[in-house]
């Protein structure tokens, strides 16, 4: 079997996989912890130090184990992924589908990205995401106010509301890191992009690290405290810039980012023309 199956089989999972977790979700009295597992019958939760891992479901003593050392809103997103891979075992149609296009490690990879996919939907609804993105638009407002509403990470916010997005939109998460100066003396501090991703049809987003110049808008915006909405640019780590529609929201040390890609052409192929080898 040709080890990179067809996206298709990919893309119909998830939407089951999502449906299976708003399913769920809806019977459900709220999102705290406790009333995330009211809808699973028989199985226990425990905290509990797990090292390395954030946590683990044990079909067989039908138990869903939570790291006991990491951060809340960590072990509540977590606690979502358990949740997901029980559901998903629970599919008898959607597990037999998963084993006809994929096996081995791949398998094992596609199994995790279906139950984040899962973790996501059942924390961040698609109403919630439709109320934020009505109210605030594509905007790094909007992401901070998901991440806020649903108690879930930045990041974790950011893949789900760029997946909910249908304008042309790329998002960024930034933080100040160290890294070394102009001069290769030592670290310095700067601006840096620790997480992204990209809206539907969007087929490039920022890499982890890529450095944000000192006037950009998101990081005078950080310097600042003041949100900021502007014409600027996409500060690619190669050192070409994409023109964009930049909003930014500042929020504790860090400051969440929106880049509106222009309008008339397909964004594949501003981003492509912008960095043919990726960023």
């Known amino acids: 079997m040709d080890p990179a199956s067809p996206p298709t089989a990919l893309a119909a999972a998830k939407v089951r996989m999502r449906e299976l977790a708003v399913h769920y979700g809806a019977g459900l009295p709220g999102r705290d912890t406790h009333s995330l597992m009211e809808g699973l019958d028989g199985i226990t939760l425990t905290f509990m130090p797990m ?20 951060r809340p809103e960590r072990q ?21 589908d998963l084993h006809d296009e994929y096996e081995g490690d791949r398998l094992e990879q596609v199994i995790e990205t279906l139950c ?6 059942l924390l961040m609804p698609p109403e919630l995401l439709d109320e934020v993105l009505e109210r605030f638009g594509p905007t790094g407002r909007a992401l901070a106010e998901l991440a806020r509403r649903a108690d879930v990470s930045a990041t974790s916010a950011l893949y789900a509301l760029a997946e909910q997005t249908s304008a042309p939109v790329i998002y ?8 070394d100066d102009a001069d290769g003396e030592g670290p310095a501090k700067g601006l840096t992009v620790r997480a992204s991703s990209a809206a539907p049809g969007v087929k490039y987003s920022l890499s982890i690290g890529t450095p944000v110049p000192a006037d950009h808008p998101a990081a005078v915006s950080l310097d600042t405290r003041l949100p900021l909405s502007e014409d600027s640019y ?34 594949t192929d501003v981003a492509n023309s912008a960095s043919p080898q990726g960023d």
């Open 172 to 179: 960024a998460v930034c933080a100040v890191t160290r890294q």
């Open 51 to 70: 090292g390395d891992r954030d946590g683990a479901y044990d079909p067989e003593h039908r138990v869903i184990l939570i790291n006991s050392q990491v």
């Open 234 to 267: 996409v500060p690619f780590r190669s050192g070409r810039r994409m023109p964009a529609w930049v909003d930014a929201f500042p929020e504790r040390q860090r400051v969440m980012v929106s880049f509106g890609l222009p309008a008339g052409r397909a964004a």
């Open 116 to 121: 984040n996919v899962g973790a996501a939907a």
């Open 76 to 96: 509540r997103f977590t606690l979502a992924h358990e949740i997901s891979h029980a559901l998903l075992l629970g599919d008898d149609d959607l597990l037999s």
